[in-house]
């Protein structure tokens, strides 16, 4: 085997073809399933047990302290100190609470959140399943993931968990259009639903710069209205009202401890993860180099890399900014996240009935520039007046 | 009849079944996922891919959410327990057997039993928007003002109006 | 049996299934559950018919069940707005109750 930057770049599905040969032919299709699912199975938790030590570490010294400095040198074994903690917890239920649907609402959030990543390809010639509707399948069993919130939050039978279930819901499926509306236009634009095919476009390069489609108006656009609704998805800062410590105790997880608590830890950072991934393949070239002379880095490496940005992205603006109330956060949603994808969407088709040059780059900026400022301002504006009244309460 | 086909077909209508049979309203919704995650594994079984992942995001996603909605909000603060089932029952379960027997007498004694199976169709979703696009563009924009219309008059509907002075 | 005619059995029994349960619940939400059913199995008949049917390419039934299932959504999201502005007035889901037109 001749070691060239090819090699490497293939290891993975030489290896799989390698291990291939010594089975049976009967049963071929099983193993080769086994085989392309057992990396993913292995990578996506050992990325999980890293960032939380990551996120604890970097929170940390955002806010001017060390973080776990005492399990190995520089905290590093902390992950595995988790791990063991949350085994060997007591398994709590309350008595009134639903036994069945309390124990099923953590394996439904896991297997969703596994099952996503199906369809993402990690590298050249390295995806699950080559799906002709991949981003439509990981729309599909991204809305399961709202039914095992409520599942979780309801049978708990304890107010703090029914009402944190209710708000993580209803920002589940705010969000869920814009990050839908975000996804179309790159799909309008590489003109297929398949993964494979959308990163296939944007491998190309131009001199030295590469065709993603982050680099486009509407790419950087649809890119920020991608991430906003990806962290309101997976209810992450600055989103968090229904999970967070100071307000709601723990929202929908309170009567949960243990290993299941652990479940949902692991379900919620594997769904940030295969968002992320699939900004990654939407937006930023998936597993392309950023630059032609760097292609021999082999593609496994940049995906990795280019994920392990957007999760110190993630940990740096928990780290700084502020939560948002719950009607800051739907307003949020519907009057600004939707018109600018709506309005995202109109400038990627001026975009592409256009004749190439800069005539085509300043029509675009400034018919996105226009509105967001314009939405900005009148967002603003209505905030300052507006008295904030009680529905309910009164 | 391959096994595939009987493990989701139990699944679905045990799943049905549990939903339309359970006492507490939620595990009913519940039991309706199921089933409706049955039914896309079987659109996925027969070849539609983009109809079976439609299904699992309008339906498990949208309305199993929507009815859990609807029942939370319908929840009476005192517990009254209402039985569960109308107090006539029984005739409803006579005219569901009567319609399933006469269903079923239909489909057994009508279509012709060809042993030829056709072979599995390959469409892919580009198929689906040129045919959205060209044959059915009627359809899709009465769909689209029928959504519009629907959204807006549920939000109406459902509004708590509270201009009446105390 | 052929394998249409076990589809179609499936979605008749389906059907009924939907059809008892609309007939025979007390909660109004779990009667419109019975309707949603029901058209699932249509669905699943359409879907059915299209696979195992004469001219596949024409996609006539992925078509009719995209917008039933269009339809279907728009159709849950009103009635469960109609249940709730019902609630409000009569207090009550109870349908064995909902049986006077005066308010």
Not at chain 1, 234 to 256: H, K, Q, V
Not at chain 2, 62 to 71: K, R, S, T, Y
Request: hydrophobic share 55%; with cysteine.
């Amino acid at each position: 085997m001749i070691l060239t930057p090819q090699t490497f770049d293939q290891i993975f599905p030489i290896a799989k073809l390698w291990l291939l040969g010594f089975v049976p032919a009967g049963a071929q299709p099983l193993a080769s399933a086994i085989l392309s699912v057992v990396p993913v199975l292995i990578a996506f938790p050992l990325l999980f047990a890293i960032t939380t030590w990551l996120e604890r570490k970097g929170l940390g010294r955002m806010q001017n302290r060390l973080g776990p400095n005492r399990t190995g040198p520089f905290g590093l074994l902390q992950p595995i100190a988790d791990a063991v903690k949350s085994l060997t917890k007591e398994d709590i239920v309350p008595i009134t609470a639903d036994h069945v649907v309390h124990f099923l609402a953590p394996l439904v959030l896991v297997a969703a959140a596994f099952l996503a990543y199906a369809v993402l390809p990690i590298g050249r010639n390295m995806v699950i399943v080559n799906m002709n509707a991949g981003v439509l399948f990981f729309f599909a069993i991204g809305s399961t993931v709202e039914l095992s919130v409520f599942m979780a939050g309801w049978s708990s039978r304890s107010k703090y968990s029914l009402l944190g279930a209710m708000r993580a819901v209803a920002q589940m499926i705010s969000y869920e259009i814009p990050m839908v509306l975000a996804t179309i236009v790159i799909i309008m634009q590489a003109g297929s639903l398949s993964t494979v095919s959308i990163v296939d476009k944007q491998a190309g390069y131009t001199g030295i710069f590469p065709h993603w489609y982050v680099f486009t108006p509407w790419g950087i656009v649809g890119f920020a209205l991608f991430m906003i609704a990806a962290t309101a998805e997976s209810n992450r800062s600055p989103f968090d009202l229904p999970e967070g410590e100071s307000e709601i105790i723990a929202g929908y997880y309170i009567e949960y401890s243990g290993f299941k608590f652990a479940l949902f830890f692991l379900g919620e950072y594997l769904g940030m993860f295969a968002t992320s991934g699939l900004a990654i393949t939407l937006f930023l070239g998936g597993w392309s180099a950023p630059f032609s002379f760097l292609a021999w880095i082999p593609s496994y490496v940049w995906f990795f890399a280019k994920l392990l940005v957007l999760i110190a992205a993630f940990i740096w603006i928990r780290g700084t900014l502020p939560r948002l109330r719950m009607d800051q956060l739907m307003n949020l949603a519907w009057q600004y996240v939707l018109p600018m994808a709506l309005i995202n969407m109109l400038v990627a088709g001026i975009w592409h009935f256009m004749p190439t040059g800069p005539a085509r780059w300043l029509v675009c900026t400034a018919l996105l520039a226009a509105p967001c400022i314009l939405l900005s301002l009148a967002l603003k504006r209505k905030q300052r007046f507006q008295v904030r009244t009680y529905r309910f309460a009164e | 009849m391959t096994v595939s086909f009987l493990i989701l077909a139990v699944l679905t209508v045990a799943g049905m079944a549990a939903a339309m049979g359970l006492r507490n309203a939620v595990h009913c919704v519940l039991a309706l996922t199921v089933g409706f995650a049955g039914v896309a594994a079987l659109y996925l079984q027969l070849g539609a891919q983009f109809v079976g992942f439609t299904q699992i995001m309008v339906y498990v996603g949208a309305v199993a959410i929507l009815a859990v909605f609807a029942i939370m909000m319908t929840h009476s603060p005192t517990p009254v327990q209402l039985p569960a089932y109308s107090s006539r029952w029984a005739w409803g379960i006579v005219v569901a057997a009567a319609v399933f027997s006469v269903l079923a007498w239909a489909i057994r004694s009508g279509t012709a039993s060809s042993q030829v199976l056709p072979p599995q169709p390959d469409i892919d979703v580009q198929q689906i928007g040129e045919a959205l696009m060209h044959r059915f563009v009627l359809p899709l924009e009465i769909m689209g003002l029928l959504l519009t219309a629907a959204l807006i008059g549920a939000v109406v509907i459902a509004m708590d109006r509270k201009e009446e002075p105390k | 049996m052929s394998s249409l005619q076990s589809y179609l059995l499936l979605s008749s029994l389906l059907f009924s299934i939907g059809l008892a349960g609309a007939l025979t619940r007390r909660n109004a939400i779990l009667v419109l559950i019975g309707i949603e059913l029901m058209l699932n199995a249509a669905n699943l008949n359409f879907i059915a018919f299209w696979r195992y049917g004469p001219n596949p390419s024409k996609l006539t039934g992925i078509m009719f069940a995209i917008f039933s299932i269009s339809v279907a959504a728009a159709e849950a999201a009103v009635g469960l707005g109609i249940i709730l502005a019902a609630y409000r007035h009569s207090k009550t889901t109870d349908l064995d109750q909902m049986n006077s037109l005066k308010g």
